[in-house]
């Protein structure tokens, strides 16, 4: 720990213990990230065998949300995925789920492989982004590079963005820079596709901030579908 209860991460397990362990963090909490975290190259404690990348729980949920702070410090974070369950009624995919707190100076790389996120005709609404799949709090100073993300959806709402799924709150001086980010719906499914942001909510603010990178969405009988390089909703 650091000065006035801040929370200093310096490995994979540290992070991953965030994801697994809701009671590690409450609306008072701040995190600092002080050394880059590789899943690949951490061997303590046999958590994450092979080569990875290694699926790991979103950070938070719309249940329990992240509400505190967390600082990566511009070290960087790689070798990890989102895991989504299929079974999920309402689903905020990404590092992070959903968010209520501040999410400041993270840098995430994603494996330059595909990675898949599917969600079946169970579900209500996906929400897709690299970083979080939700955010109500704030995004400041955040970048993300190397995606290649690929979404799924049958018969549900899709929202994918190449930073944050759905933003409800404050995106400012940040960055998504990727491969590929895709979505492939059917059976009357609605998509909403941005390069940084799947649906921007009414009155909500993006400010000096980008995207870059290939966007594609991919239809049959489908109720609606938007595709663009910035904003999808």
């Known amino acids: 720990a650091g000065a006035m209860g801040e929370v200093k991460l310096r490995t994979p397990r540290h992070l ?3 994801s697994e362990h809701r009671e590690y963090y409450t609306r008072n909490s701040v995190f600092r990230q002080i050394l880059d975290l590789d899943y690949a190259a951490y061997t303590g404690y046999s958590l994450f065998p092979g080569k990875g ?9 719309l249940k329990e949300p992240f509400a505190g702070t967390y600082n990566g410090d511009c070290n960087t ?21 959903y968010s209520e707190g501040t999410l400041r100076n993270i840098v995430y790389q994603m494996p330059g492989q595909d990675v898949s996120v599917n969600l079946g005709s169970t579900a209500q609404k996906l929400y897709v982004g690299t970083l979080a799949g939700g955010s109500a709090g704030t995004v400041d100073n955040c970048a993300v590079s190397g995606a290649n993300l690929v979404a799924m959806a049958s018969g549900v709402e899709l929202y994918v963005g190449g930073l944050v799924g759905r933003n409800q709150g404050v995106v400012r001086n940040s960055a998504a820079e990727f491969e590929k980010l895709s979505a492939d719906c059917f059976n009357f499914a609605q998509v909403y596709l941005g390069g940084l942001v799947g649906e921007n909510g009414v009155s909500r603010s993006i400010t ?3 995207a870059v990178g290939r966007v594609n969405v991919s239809v049959s009988t489908v109720k609606t579908a938007r595709l663009c390089g910035f904003v999808g909703w």
Do not use: H, T
């Open 77 to 97: 974070i790689k070798n990890v995925v989102p895991r989504v369950e299929e079974a999920a009624k309402r689903q905020y995919a990404g590092l992070f789920g």
């Open 16 to 18: 991953y213990s965030l």
């Open 53 to 61: 990348p290694y699926e790991q729980e979103p950070i938070g949920s």
């Open 208 to 210: 000096a901030s980008y």
